[in-house]
Every structure is written in structure tokens, then in C-alpha cells.
């Protein structure tokens, strides 16, 4: 009885002894696998996610987001121009009390193009809504050109120095002297001012508008600085408000503002590009 009891007893311990080891052999499982299967996140990568979040929705695809300040529409100009030419933009254009400024651009190697909006409602860069007339109005183009060398970039300003020209002397304010010639129906009022040429275009049968604009050009320039050339820059301003155009050197680039109406606003938007 005594061997039949040992043998049950030694037989029991054998069993107990074959569980215990088989779960020890049972390697234990990784972190990971005891968690829920979330990739784990770096600060930075936490961080970066989190900005993400952050960012508003653009409106269009290739578009930047719209903005309602001049300021954030410009930086946006400059980041869909996406060039190596070193432009610079205006500080701010006059616009319709009202209204928002927006643009559409076009970017080549040599050359860039800005074609600037007011529209009805804040409208991101490139927006389709801007080739809508009852949405959105032109105000002005700007072309920037980049040529093979200064003297050649200098050869596209239309500069004169209109004392050695001749032509009917007249008093503009403010120490400076225009100079008048007329040919063709038309009559020019033209001046200087530093490396600046400029000149007003009436009809001869409406002598006086040419004169008034001129001597309202040159008072508004007696606060307002035009952007300083390298050479040279020149500045036609119509009464009759066709064929507004500034034009002015920087080294290589040649800086083109047209398709502005109103002579006056011409000069109040190269001012903008002072700096």
C-alpha cells in the first residue's frame, strides 16, 4: 500500500513539475503587444502633427489661402511667384474703401507679371473668381523683366533731360521747371526730377489739363518718394487716362507698372515701392 501511495505521489509531482516549466518557457511579450497598437510619437513629431491641425484649409489647389490684410495678399504674391529673380513688391496699393486686394501672377525664368485686383469679397492669389468683371477689377499690371546686362535694361527707359530738349519754358512749383512741346495733337509738359523723367500728355486743344496735371504730379512728390532707379526711370501720365505707365531700372531688372487708369493713382502705386 505504502509503494502504490509513493508511486501516486511521485507520479503527481512529475505533472506539476512539466506546467511549471512549459509556462516559464513561454517567452513574454513585448510592451507593444500588451498595448494597443499606437505607433509612439517624438515631441517634434507630436509637435509637428499638431501644426498640421493648425493650418487652414486652402481655398483652391495651387492657390494660397486668402487674406484680408495687403500685408498677408503680397507675401502671398511673393510665394506664388515662386522666383529667383530679387523682386519687391509695393508696401500697399490704393484701393476702393471696400473692396480687397488680391492678384494672379505668372512666373517664366527672365520675367514675372502681377496683375493686381480689388474685388468684392477677400479672394485668395489665382482665384478663377478674379477673371469675373462684376467680381473683381484691375488696378494695375506689374511686369518685371530681367535683361542680359544694365546697359541693356537701361536702354528700355524712355529717360531725357528735358532742359536740353528745348521746348516752352513753364514753372511747376516748388523749384522746378517743366518743359512743353507739342506735335501731332498732342502736347507734353515734361520734367525732372533726380534720375527721374516725366511727362504729362494732354491735347493741344486742352492745353491747361496737361499743365494742371504736372504741377499736381510734382506737389505730390514733394511727399512721396518714388523708388530710386539704377539707372534711370520714367513716368508718362495721361489727362486723358490711356497709356499710364512707370517705368524704372534696377540693375538688370526693368520694372514695369501699367494698366492703371488714373494718372494720379500711377504715381500713388510706384510709390508703394519705396523702400
Known amino acids: 500500500m505504502k509503494k502504490i501511495l509513493f508511486t501516486f505521489m511521485l507520479l503527481s509531482f512529475s505533472i506539476i513539475s512539466a506546467c511549471t516549466d512549459k509556462e516559464e518557457s513561454v517567452p513574454n511579450k513585448p510592451q507593444e503587444e500588451q498595448q494597443p ?154 520734367w525732372n526730377e533726380g534720375r527721374w523723367a516725366l511727362a504729362t500728355h494732354t491735347r493741344t486743344e486742352n492745353p491747361e489739363a496737361g499743365l494742371k496735371l504736372a504741377k499736381q504730379a510734382v506737389q505730390f512728390l514733394e511727399t512721396h518718394m518714388l523708388p530710386i532707379p539704377k539707372q534711370n526711370g520714367f513716368a508718362r501720365l495721361d489727362v486723358y487716362k490711356s497709356g499710364n505707365i512707370i517705368v524704372w531700372q534696377d540693375e538688370k531688372l526693368v520694372y514695369t507698372l501699367d494698366s492703371i487708369k488714373e494718372p494720379q493713382k500711377a504715381l500713388e502705386i510706384a510709390t508703394g515701392f519705396y523702400h
Request: hydrophobic share 30%; net charge negative.
Open 37 to 190: 497598437n499606437v505607433p509612439n510619437k517624438s515631441q517634434d513629431e507630436e509637435h509637428e502633427s499638431h501644426e498640421n491641425q493648425q493650418e487652414p484649409p486652402k481655398t483652391n489647389t495651387g492657390n494660397t489661402v486668402a487674406s484680408n490684410t495687403q500685408a498677408g495678399v503680397l507675401k502671398n504674391i511673393k510665394d506664388q511667384l515662386q522666383t529667383d529673380l530679387p523682386i519687391i513688391l509695393p508696401k500697399g496699393l490704393p484701393i476702393t474703401k471696400g473692396t480687397f486686394l488680391s492678384a494672379t501672377t505668372k512666373a517664366e525664368t527672365n520675367q514675372v507679371e502681377v496683375l493686381f485686383f480689388e474685388s468684392k469679397e477677400v479672394l485668395p492669389i489665382n482665384d478663377k473668381k478674379l477673371k469675373n468683371s462684376q467680381t473683381a477689377t484691375v488696378i494695375a499690371r506689374l511686369v518685371v523683366k530681367q535683361y542680359q546686362n544694365p546697359k541693356e535694361a537701361n536702354e528700355q527707359i524712355s529717360y531725357q533731360n528735358f532742359s536740353q530738349n528745348g521746348g516752352q519754358k513753364v514753372d511747376l512749383g516748388y523749384n522746378i521747371n517743366g518743359y512743353q512741346d507739342a506735335g501731332a495733337g498732342s502736347l507734353w509738359t515734361g
